[in-house]
């Protein structure tokens, strides 16, 4: 097939690739800019159709008031000298979280059954800017997440640590949990392909996650072989940061370096896993 | 123009698919204004546009907003924007629904949308993966009007796939028949039905011919009709 064209351009053409810059970190400018893009069009759609947010908030609306209350009875759990809900308050956001970036796969077939992430991929946009714009994009949902939590929290009378410092730790380690494990949901759907297929897989992480972590009961009650994958388990880092940062008088087991260690760690490498598998999902 | 003709599953997508580097192929390349598919995948985004065959604006935000993502994605600069979407839009005939959500459109307004937002870089070459398909009479009609007018304006070469023949036949400089992920014949209209040696042939009796049996019958003319062809430019 040939596909050449002659050297003259028609008339009434108009060249629009920019000219190169001389600048090195153009590249990564550049880079950047798609990455926002792409983020720019997530939070577009969401303020065309918002009700996702609001439905979303029931989930940990149920936890806490039902979960949380019955539990907050319950003596033997060693909480480090919180009540429990202000034990359990980060958990839950951490958990939000977490359903939020697992189900972003879902969003990621329809789009390739749509044929929306084939457009994508023909324009000149870097595959790792079309991951991370997305992880991003997951991260800003998780973030209104963040903030019916805080009200939910301040309701049931949970102590909250408003120093700015602090809001803007839980504020990143939001962004940083849902781009991770939304981008993880990405390489699991790039794998799976099929809706019906990514439910179930969707369904069989989730739980695990969330009841090996120190989301609703700390490690050291749990029996030796669950604390040993619970520190394997990337959401028990973030737990841990939530825990120091979001309610008064919390205190992190891990300390916050290894936290956003671990957590900006794992995000890097998915993203750059992603961006290798992601234009698979066309094919 | 250069029309892409044969059965479900001879392989039309996959080429489109291989030449809009979504796709590596098994083997061998080829080259798009001079640049090739496999070494340089990124200056070939960058002249090509593609529209696929499901319907792929985002139905969730508004037309306008649709353009606007595609024309940052392009790369095109800041003050170009808005006149470039508004000229796409006009030319489209969309401008009296750019700010209604794309959910509210016919099927013919967003398929006019979606070659809106493939030609907003203005691509070298434009794919059009059955742009017609789903369409009543009518909205077929303006699609074609749209896409007309787009190449003669803009000197665009479009690449489509299609299984209406009447189609094919009015609107290609240049026409290929695959079948069985092979190549069957390639040629204008005109040539192609010259083939079949009949008075009255339509292009619907070439494509029976060489979308059945290719190495049967159509091995020898493949070879003169693209030694014939290739030096022809597409479109």
């Known amino acids: ?27 990564f400018v550049r880079f950047l800019y798609k990455t926002l893009v792409i983020a720019e069009l997530e939070l577009r759609k969401l303020r065309h159709d918002p009700t996702e947010l609001f439905t979303r908030a029931i989930q940990p609306a149920i936890w806490l008031l039902l979960f949380g209350q019955v539990f907050a009875q ?11 809900l202000d034990f359990m308050v980060p958990g839950i956001l951490a958990q939000s979280v977490l359903f939020i970036a697992i189900f972003y796969g879902i969003a990621i077939i329809w789009e390739r059954d749509l044929g929306i992430v084939q457009k994508f991929l023909v324009s000149p946009t870097p595959r790792a ?13 998780a973030l209104s997440q963040a903030l019916i939590i805080y009200v939910l929290a301040l309701f049931l009378g949970v102590k909250m640590n408003w120093a700015p410092r602090a809001l803007l730790g839980v504020g990143t380690m939001v962004i940083l949990g849902a781009a991770g494990f939304s981008t993880f949901s990405l390489i699991v759907a790039c794998v799976v392909k099929t809706r019906e297929r990514f439910m179930g897989i969707g369904q069989v ?10 989301a609703i009961y700390p490690i050291s009650i749990m029996p030796h072989w669950l604390q040993v994958f ?45 961006a290798r598998l992601y234009p698979t999902i066309a094919r | 123009m250069f029309g892409l003709l ?10 489109i698919k291989m030449l809009t580097t979504l796709l590596p192929p098994t083997r061998g390349t080829a080259s798009i204004g001079g640049l090739d598919i496999l070494r340089q995948p990124g200056e070939v985004r960058r002249i090509i546009g593609y529209v696929p065959q499901l319907i792929s604006a985002d139905g969730t935000l508004t037309g306008r907003e649709n353009l606007l993502i595609f024309s940052k994605l392009h790369d095109i600069p800041r003050e170009e924007r808005k006149p470039r979407i508004d000229d796409a839009l006009s030319f489209m005939g969309l401008v009296d629904s750019a700010d209604q959500v794309v959910r509210e459109y016919s ?4 398929r006019r949308l979606e070659i809106a937002q493939s030609m907003l870089h203005r691509p070298r070459v434009l794919f059009l993966d059955e742009p017609t398909v789903g369409l009543d009479p009518v909205a077929r009609n303006s699609v074609w009007e749209h896409i007309a007018k787009l190449q003669s304006e803009f000197g665009t070469t479009i690449f489509f796939t299609t299984h209406v023949m009447e189609e094919a ?67």
Not at chain 1, 205 to 213: G, Q, V, Y
Not at chain 1, 250 to 263: N, R, T, Y
Not at chain 2, 6 to 15: C, D, E, F, M
Request: charged share 15%; hydrophobic share 45%.
């Open chain 1, 205 to 214: 992480l989730t739980m695990p996650l969330f009841f090996a972590s120190n």
């Open chain 2, 169 to 235: 036949d009015a609107l290609c400089q240049r026409v290929g028949i695959m079948s069985s992920g092979k190549m069957a014949a390639l040629g204008s209209p005109a040539e192609l039905k010259a083939v079949l040696g009949k008075d009255d042939a339509t292009l619907e009796d070439v494509f029976i011919h060489f979308s059945g049996d290719i190495l049967d019958t159509g091995g020898g003319f493949r070879a003169t009709a693209t030694g014939r062809e290739t030096a022809r430019r597409l479109g």
């Open chain 1, 129 to 141: 800017a079309l991951v991370l714009g997305k992880a991003l994009s997951a991260g800003l949902r």
């Open chain 1, 230 to 274: 619970s520190h394997l388990n990337p959401l028990t880092y973030e737990v841990d940061a939530f825990r120091a940062l979001m309610v008064a008088g919390g205190s992190s087991e891990f300390g916050l370096p290894l936290d956003f260690a671990v957590l900006v760690g794992l995000t890097t490498l998915l993203v750059a896993l992603g």
């Open chain 1, 74 to 84: 319950a003596r033997g759990i060693p909480t480090r000298g919180l009540r429990y």
């Open chain 2, 6 to 15: 044969g059965p479900n599953g001879a392989g039309k997508t996959t080429l």
């Open chain 2, 107 to 110: 099927g013919g307004m967003i």
């Open chain 1, 1 to 27: 097939m040939q596909l050449q064209q002659g050297a003259r351009l028609p008339d009434g053409w108009v060249e629009s690739a920019p000219a190169p810059s001389a600048s090195p970190w153009q590249p």
